[in-house]
């Protein structure tokens, strides 16, 4: 069965996030949070062992309404996950399960395409405690695993849902190239050597350089220091005041 | 100056969490759990608004006692960035600032590549109600958004922390490309400010800005001037002897 969901933050169909027996009330409010801050939208709770509609969940989702109203509880693993044609079940420890372990990018471009083509994918997520049994995972066509700390792996419920939220925006999204902000307009030749002339000329009548032969090294480290740095030419304008303010400044203030 | 972490899942040179006023102890704790989930271990606050240690972090922090207790608290954002050479400052929303925009995955490769240098790196996260302001981000080489939901972005900090973290983490699993040499020790933020510093007081003695109006304009343009110039250690000590020269050299030519 292929069902649209409706467009928020990301178009079309999108994989639901499914939580196996969760324990903690506070904990599916923050998976809403998560999981909207990345444009997902369909939550499905299996067996919660909380009251739903929960006021703690609310709270914690910070205003996740429209992930909350929407959720749907199930009284079995089976019910909850029947409609799906593809499964992932997330694990912080590989298993003895005969199934491809992936990482959280190679998961999400794989449910990507497999959303694209109007399949219903879900995200499997075990209890806070204990995690998924192998049972929960035997339909899920692959492991998902989180890449963390071996000694600190145990991520919190809703920070595990966020991993997979936010990989699977990521893949949605062509990563914008940076930008280098274009500032300003790029100095011309002779503006650039005419800021170089003024500062020298400058640091000649305070006597910067004392000898000919630092003058000689000096000159060149400048030109350098100056050229590579882009300077677009309201930046020379605003150099070429500064070395004219201090240098008449000093001058007019003392002499 | 180049420090060893100690290696918790992660080998080396890592970056640190800086948060700029946190404003509730739990989500120290959230952070510090978010971070050694992927092997980061160093977290500075910059003036909190909760007491340090903090119970409702300890509780938080689900037992990263590791990053908790290496914790350090610091009275200003300057002393906090100032032995930092590459500063990335995260944000909820593109900004006024002149400077790249990077996503998590092109921040977190160069901060990588940047930690193999030996650099030391920092990711820099606003209050929870207010974000970074545009003097915490002025020293940033660049700012990282996390592309979410347009309609539901406001990420809970440790989430937003556990992007960075886990793509940190994706980065050095990944090799690296290819890398530019780079010419000059890149100077550190503390040595960076010490110039603006400085040339804004010798600006100040002559007058420079006029007004008040001007001045404030003219000191975050002059900052990033020389922010975006991603100047040397030795290029900074050029500068401020150039400066120095011209103002005391002025006057003493006509005094």
Same mark, same amino acid.
């Given at each position: ?32 949070? /998560? =999981? ?35 959720? $749907? ?21 590989? $298993? ?30 075990? /209890? ?16 998902? =695993? ?13 920070? /595990? ?21 274009? /500032? ?31 003058? =000689? ?33 000093? $001058?007019?203030?003392?002499?």
């Amino acid at each position: 069965v292929t069902r649209q969901r409706p467009s928020i933050g990301l178009p079309g169909n999108k994989p639901a996030i499914i939580l196996c027996r969760p324990q903690i009330g506070d904990n599916a409010g923050a998976v809403a949070r /998560a =999981m909207l801050n990345f444009g997902l939208t369909e939550l499905r709770l299996v067996k919660p062992e909380f009251g739903w509609p929960n006021a703690k969940a609310v709270a914690a989702s910070a205003g996740a309404a429209e992930v909350l109203s929407g959720v $749907r509880i199930f009284p079995s693993h089976d019910e909850a996950v029947g409609e799906f044609q593809h499964l992932y079940a997330t694990t912080a420890r590989p $298993r003895e399960l005969q199934k491809p372990v992936l990482s959280p990018a190679e998961a999400t471009a794989r449910a990507h395409a497999q959303c694209l083509e109007g399949h219903r994918v879900g995200f499997l997520f075990g /209890a806070e405690r204990t995690g998924l049994t192998n049972d929960e995972s035997l339909l899920a066509e692959a492991l998902v =695993m989180i890449p963390s700390n071996p000694r600190f792996s145990s991520l919190n419920l809703a920070q /595990a849902v966020l991993v997979i939220a936010y990989e699977y925006r990521r893949q949605v999204d062509t990563p914008p190239p940076a930008r280098e902000p274009q /500032a300003h307009a790029p100095a011309s030749r002779a503006e650039l050597q005419g800021l170089i002339d003024h500062l020298v000329r400058e640091l000649d009548a305070v006597d910067f350089f004392r000898t000919p032969e630092r003058r =000689m090294s000096l000159v060149p480290a400048i030109t350098q220091l100056l050229e590579r740095r882009a300077l677009g030419s309201s930046e020379v304008d605003l150099l070429r005041g500064i070395v004219k303010a201090l240098a008449r400044g000093g $001058r007019a203030n003392n002499g």
